[in-house]
């Protein structure tokens, strides 16, 4: 049940529960036995609410699911959901709360880099199981984390590698301000220098900066071949409308390493989008049964499955290879899950065959290479199980399992 | 100094049963509740007091007063991750902010500047350091070993603990009487300023800045010196904060912080100590709530109130209180109204100095 | 290529990057001006500060986007719709709120600051927390090498028209007579035989819809979030302010500066370090100018 | 210059195109009582401002001294510290204040904190404003508010006291009392009192310095001043216009 108010105007979901709210802990089912506690963190609103929502609801849709299949070790699942509103202060409260007052068994949560690193401390010191779910830079090693989403490895060098082939060799970088850009434009200048091509300028923007006259100027001067925009939450979306708006999408061709996670595809007309390319894990036209049955079983539960984006995929995903972990160890304790997870378990998802690389917690993952066409993702090329081998270059936590770092590329 | 303080008796006083009683209270609370959201409200609190002495007394209004929060928290965090130890930062966390507020409260009272224009600068001064912060996601922007971080904010440094000793953090019920250890000083520190000549002398300046310059005093040192000790204990409340949320971020420098604050302390009461303590722990408890539902935006509840407090109450929750409490006792009743014509009138004089002002030059004898 | 045609090929970009960034410091300005205009007029008129005037932007752009989304021409939406609807809104907002305290500033402050919060409220409880925007209504267009967005001209243009209205009126019309009446002192508009709560009321209402139609034209530009508000209001206190009470001179002096430091600073580093300088600036020119810029230079001027 | 107590120098003030005070050449004897006379817009307010330091004087529009002191440009509190007392057109109180507070701010930083309640004690006595000391200056009657804002001024204890039309707006009960104290500060210090009241001047006696468009039209004792053809053409010139 998503709780988004505008739902509640329509009249569908009922008003109790809209008031019992995203972050009130509610009975998924009325458990027989204690039930298992998930936990999960996620702006259900504010400026990253286009990401936060479908993973809301994504959480929603697994749990059910599970317990409608007769739960984990015959227990229900209760998702404790609290929405952190787009406020890092708040997620640091809400994981205190989740480890020292709900004690849930695990938690997959956290959006943007920001929010993963404010709370990621917090789990590792309390010994609590963390699943963070989205597309990110790359780099965590910590025992105490599983990630699921795409890392630059995984998907950053299949579309610097394409634009570099069919656009030309020098590219200008905007990226967000925070650590998700400044790692991630790191990744991008080492892989572009890679392939024999050149950055000839990175600027990073605060997330809430919305006007981007100065900056498409300079672009302008600059005349790189391909803009790449790692651009991130509602504010930056401005940044793809004003380069509409002043005809440079027919002029210098753009791809992202985020457009199409917040549904910007959706939000911008045709005529603005088209033509940008992107990479990731998952597209709805993803052709395999565990996607067709996943969009139906959405499409079931929240009426149409327009906002089905990447990374609400990948926290589906993200839980259900939790599920099977638990399944496999047979127990929550923690040596035993931890053994399950280091066990190359794998699931078949929307976004195909997920399996975690015991060395990193990381998952290796099937990439698209898509492009805009008419607010639709269109594939344009997929690559099979590709490793996070950024990750792998420095992290194996079978051999110190003590780590708890973040590694960045140095360029 | 206290011999004569039957006569002066605008500063208020102390009234120590009902201090003692709530600190007793309050030292019980943990036998029954949870600390974690007392602790936070306590911190608010404290913040509160710091704009209320300010305002309350001196007249003096900051638009951007959760800047001095803000360096606070910042700073605490900051020297906290390059010295491992948290007593130097915890000092650090109190000089820093008074310090800067110093510079800058001189710069605007020795200035001349007054009322809205005020407002502008305290405002500017919180937005320019939410800006700044907000944009030092670089690696190029660290302090030491601490990288500010920008959006990021600056998580996982090491939360207070005890004086030289930094293997014992203080969290949980510790940090909860350490908070309310700190209040009940500031609180009894801010009774003692105002019982004192200085404070006296503020509450003239309060009244009448004009005539308090011509008995020879030098307001604006005096403003400069309440402004930065304001900023002392809003830096001491962000330090707390700080170690209570166990992150900083840019948003502790944001209008929302100072907007807040300010609310708070004109429900509480304005020209009051307590009422401000009282208006952020009350309104605090139901931000905290509110915030726990998303069926009504809880800016629509907190700003339904600030409305109606300044239409319907302009003296605040505490003041009126005492007015219906003690609607007998002559003296309170008309020291009440006159407080009210002071604030309307204030605001006269004010708005009558910018007209002047605006035109003097025109106006010869 | 041979050197000279090099060199001639380079003088010709580098003229167009110089119009380039003129144009984006007149769009910044014009965008000052739009977003202080409403704001302006209700402090120089009534010396009250009406901290809900970002609000008031917010809900005209809301308001368009709204129109917009259900099919209503974009250009009607924006010039006519927004400004009525924001307009009635600041009519209201006068007769229950305002009008209960002239002559206390703070006061006043302080409950139009609640007010912001309150309408923040109410457009969440209604669109929700989410990023809204529509496109631009009008395509690129090209300047020499560089591309432009078409539609910053049309709020330069936008911009321009409202600043040679309002000193029209101010200077041609028994309102601007009122008006100039008020901004010297209170009573002159008593005195000229006009009950001050109606010319309160009236400007308090004027100056809405000024707020409306900032909101309603820039709305296609950058998307809008219901706390959007607050950035606005930021910007336009501190161009009103240190206009001083002028309105027109004011606003647009200040605006002028601002506009080209914060657009210059840009073009030199970011968009960020951009604003910080305009802001340092602003605290800088009230340091010399405490009474803003018109209560130092052209006192008298509308 | 030593026996001066006050001695302007070439004392000029002008603001935009007029000239409200035009090079004025004024001194007073210690313990000297002197009427600052003229009709409204002579400039009289502009140079007590100047005198007080509310107007800020740049050197290039001559020079003040105050007890030996060149003042120029110096701010107010600086120029009371040397012992002036001052009390404003417009009484300036602390109106949120009681009497008694009032007056402690005043005696405070001359007596000290020990003294000062003591002080207040006996001005208060002094003003018989006995029954008011714990009410609100701003509930006070405007002539009331003027007493004690004379009190303001004796608990400085002052060498020199500048009072700007001390008689605006009170009842004739009032200006006996008013003019009995002046008289009895200027048993100690010097007193300038600037008014447009004839009436009142003569009741004060002394000596009177006329004003006229910013400039000195004569000095002298208050008939000779009173009786001066001139003196009355301006006054009554004034009046018919």
Known sequence: MSFSRRRFLAGTGSAGLTVLGASIPFEMVLAQGSPIKLGSILDNSGNLDAYGKPMVMATTLAAEEINATGGLLGRKIQVVQYDSQSDIALYTKYAQQLTRDDKVDVTHGGITSASREAIRQTFHRANSLYFYNVLYEGGVCDRNVVCTGTTPAQAVEPIVEVALKQWGKTAYVLAADYNYGQITSKWLTHYINKGGGKVLQSSFFPLDVSDFGSTIAKIQQEKPKFVVAALVGGAHMSFFRQWAASGMNKKIPLCSTTFGVGNEHLALSAAEGDGILIAGNYSQENTNAANKDFLAKWAKRFGNTKLVHEIAVSQYQGIMLWAACVKKAGSLDREKMLAAIESGISIQGPGGTVTLDPKTHHAILDINVMEVKNQKLTIKQQFKARPPSDTLQFCDLQKNPKENKQYEVKI | ?365 | MSWRAWTLTFEKVAMDYAAVVFLEIIYMIAFLVLTSAGLAVVFGMMRVINLAHGEFVMVGGYTTIACAKAGVNIYLAMLVIAPLVVGILGLLVERLVVRQLYGRMIDTMLATWGLSLLIVGIVTFIFGNTAVSVPAPIPGYELGEFQMGGYNLFIIGIATLLIICMWLVMRFTRFGLVARGAMQSADVASSLGYDPKRVYMWTFTVGAALSGLAGGVLAPLTGLLPSSGGAYIAKAFITVITGGAAIITGTLSSSVIFGTINQVVSFGSTPVIGEIAMLAFAVVLLRLMPQGITGRFFRNAP | MSEMIVETRDLSMRFGGVLAVNNVNFSLRERELRCLIGPNGAGKSTFFKCLTGQYQINHSHGRVFIRGQDVTGWRPHEIVQLGVGIKTQVPSVMNGLTVWENLWLSARRIHGKKGASAEVDRIIVELGLQTQMRRMVGELAHGQRQIVEIGLVLCQQPKLVLLDEPAAGITGAEADRLVSLIHGINQQSAVVVVDHDMNFVRMLGGSVTVLHQGAVLMEGATDAVMNNAKVREVYIGNRAK
């Open chain 2, 1 to 365: 100094m206290i011999g004569d303080a039957a006569n002066f008796t605008s500063a208020g006083r102390t009234h120590w049963g009902w201090v003692i009683a709530i600190f007793i209270l309050l030292l019980l609370l943990p036998a029954g509740f949870d600390t974690n959201t007392p602790t936070l409200l306590g911190i608010w609190a404290l913040f509160a007091l710091s704009l209320g002495l300010m305002w309350g007394y001196a007249g003096i209004l900051s638009f951007g007063h959760a800047a001095y929060f803000g360096l606070g928290a910042y700073t605490y965090a900051i020297t906290s991750m390059n010295l491992g130890e948290s007593t130097a930062a915890w000092i650090f966390a109190i000089v820093l902010p008074a310090f800067v507020a110093a510079l800058i409260g001189a710069m605007m009272f020795y200035g001349r500047i007054s009322d809205v224009y005020m407002g502008v600068i305290t405002l500017v001064f919180s937005l320019i350091l939410a800006k700044f912060m907000g944009a030092t996601a670089g690696d190029a922007y660290s302090i030491g070993n601490a990288r500010l971080g920008g959006f990021n904010g600056i998580p996982a440094f090491p939360i207070l603990n005890v004086p030289g000793d930094p293997s014992t953090p203080i969290f949980g019920t510790a940090l909860y009487y350490v908070v309310l250890c700190c209040l009940v000083l500031c609180y009894l520190v801010s009774r003692w300023v105002l019982s004192s000549a200085f404070g006296r002398i503020l509450l003239g300046i309060r009244e009448n800045e004009a005539r308090i310059e011509l008995l020879g005093y030098n307001a604006p040192a005096y403003k400069t010196a309440i402004f930065s000790l304001s900023a002392a204990m809003a830096g001491m409340a962000g330090c707390l904060f700080a170690s209570w949320a166990e992150i900083v971020t840019p948003a502790l420098f944001g209008l929302g912080q100072s907007v807040e604050v300010i609310i708070w302390v004109i429900a509480g009461g304005l020209g009051t100590l307590m009422g401000p303590v009282i208006g952020a722990v009350l309104l605090g408890t139901m931000k905290l709530l509110l915030g726990e539902q998303t069926f009504i935006d809880n800016s629509l509840v907190i700003g339904g109130i600030l409305v109606l407090v300044v239409l319907l109450l302009p003296r605040g929750l505490l003041p009126t209180v005492m007015g219906w409490r003690k609607q007998h006792g002559q003296r309170s009743v008309s020291r009440a109204r006159s407080n009210s014509m002071r604030r309307r009138g204030g605001e006269r004089r004010q708005l009558g100095a910018g007209v002047e002002h605006g035109k003097a030059g025109q106006n010869h004898e």
